[in-house]
């Protein structure tokens, strides 16, 4: 699984060199080039994205006590991620020098007001794509703490289950034990049965045997 997981980082950081290259060159483009490459760039985030949900995937299937570490890696390369995105924003709405001197004039000459009004919309842009930003982010928090917390049940109904068999082999023990008990009990009492029923017929025997003695000096001395 961690070599998988490797695999992953090595193509991450292929893919996010080369989209940091390219979105850098974006505010210098114009035109038709400009689009070809701001689509280029958003077909490989979207492979970014895909790539990190296979991370995240290899990361819920690796060992509970080594999950800690790789949880820290696919974390930062979240936070890696993130800042792509809101460079790539940030670069497709940035005015190239060439879209300038269109709006403003190779003199310079064309209004000021314009110039603030591109500024302000563009402020207001930058503004609302932080909000998008915040909520996707509270979002994913929302939906991290949904899966810990489910495998954290997960967890607890595993030890509840192992606790339930442990549970049920002590009864079975105890089930056998009461039976050996019983077993023996009856053993027991058959034996003290027994030993009762001898020492009556010892007591018998030496009845019989006393008596005898007592007769047989009865009659001898009444012979005489």
């Given at each position: 699984?961690?070599s998988?997981?490797?695999?992953y980082e ?5 893919l ?6 390219k979105?850098?060159?974006i505010?210098?483009l114009?035109?038709e ?17 895909e ?9 819920r299937?690796?060992?509970i006590?080594?999950r ?8 930062s390369y979240?936070?890696e ?8 924003k ?11 001197n269109e ?5 310079g000459?064309?209004?000021?007001t314009?110039?603030?009004k591109?500024?302000e919309e ?6 609302n ?18 899966v810990?917390?489910e ?10 289950h ?5 549970i ?15 077993k ?17 017929l010892v ?5 019989i ?6 007769l ?9």
């Amino acid at each position: 699984m961690s070599s998988d997981f490797e695999a992953y980082e090595q193509d991450f950081g292929t893919l996010t060199a080369e989209i940091t290259n390219k979105i850098g060159r974006i505010p210098k483009l114009a035109g038709e080039e400009k689009t070809q490459l701001v689509l280029n760039v958003d077909k490989q985030l979207e492979e970014v994205r895909e790539l990190m949900e296979q991370m995240d995937l290899e990361v819920r299937e690796i060992p509970i006590q080594s999950r800690a570490m790789y949880n820290s890696r696919l974390k930062s390369y979240k936070q890696e991620m993130e800042k792509l995105e809101k460079d790539f924003k940030r670069s497709r709405i940035a005015y190239s020098d060439e879209v300038r001197n269109e709006l403003l004039g190779d003199d310079g000459s064309s209004s000021e007001t314009q110039l603030i009004k591109l500024r302000e919309e563009r402020a207001h842009l930058l503004d609302n794509t932080e909000r998008l930003e915040r909520s996707s982010r509270r979002l994913e928090a929302g939906y991290q703490i949904a899966v810990e917390t489910e495998q954290v049940g997960q967890e607890i109904l595993a030890n509840l289950h192992s606790d339930r068999e442990k549970i049920q082999r002590s009864r079975d023990r105890l089930r056998e034990t009461d039976a050996n008990l019983g077993k023996s009990s009856r053993i027991l009492t058959g034996m003290l049965r027994r030993i009762i029923q001898n020492r009556i017929l010892v007591f018998i025997l030496g009845a019989i045997i006393l008596l005898t003695i007592v007769l047989a000096i009865y009659f001898n001395l009444r012979g005489h």
